[in-house]
């Protein structure tokens, strides 16, 4: 069982950078792809970037892509997803989740509860 933590959510304005961070209990969180994706009110849940266990492969949607950096450092057991030129619309729960094989899926195995990203205009 694979527990993830998302931290690094928070209320910023349009133009701003914020970094999430996403922390797993398991030590082989490598054997794992990660993604991130998010979930505004009243919208479905919406896939934001992913990246393959060892990280030379990213995965940004295309509504990121240019903004938005997924990373990870397994040596901390960590996923990061830089954003920056924030846009109202990214205001949303942002979840990280994990699996094992690629990280381009319909369906993740472990999912954390999420952080709050709030954009103002």
């Known amino acids: 069982q694979v527990q993830l933590v998302e931290s690094g959510g928070g209320l910023v304005q349009a133009g701003d950078s914020l970094r999430l961070s996403c922390v797993a209990s398991?030590?082989?969180?490598?054997?794992?792809?990660v993604g991130w994706f998010r979930q505004a009110p009243g919208k479905e849940r919406e896939f934001v970037a992913a990246v393959s266990w060892s990280g030379y492969s990213t995965y940004p949607a295309d509504s990121v892509k240019g903004r938005f950096t997924i990373s990870r450092d397994n040596a901390k057991n960590t996923v990061y997803l830089q954003m920056n030129s924030l846009k109202p619309e990214d205001t949303a729960v942002y979840y990280c989740a994990a699996r094992m094989g690629p990280p381009l899926a319909t369906t993740y195995d472990y999912w954390g509860r999420g952080t709050q990203v709030t954009v103002s205009s």
């Open positions: 398991e030590r082989t969180l490598s054997r794992y792809s």
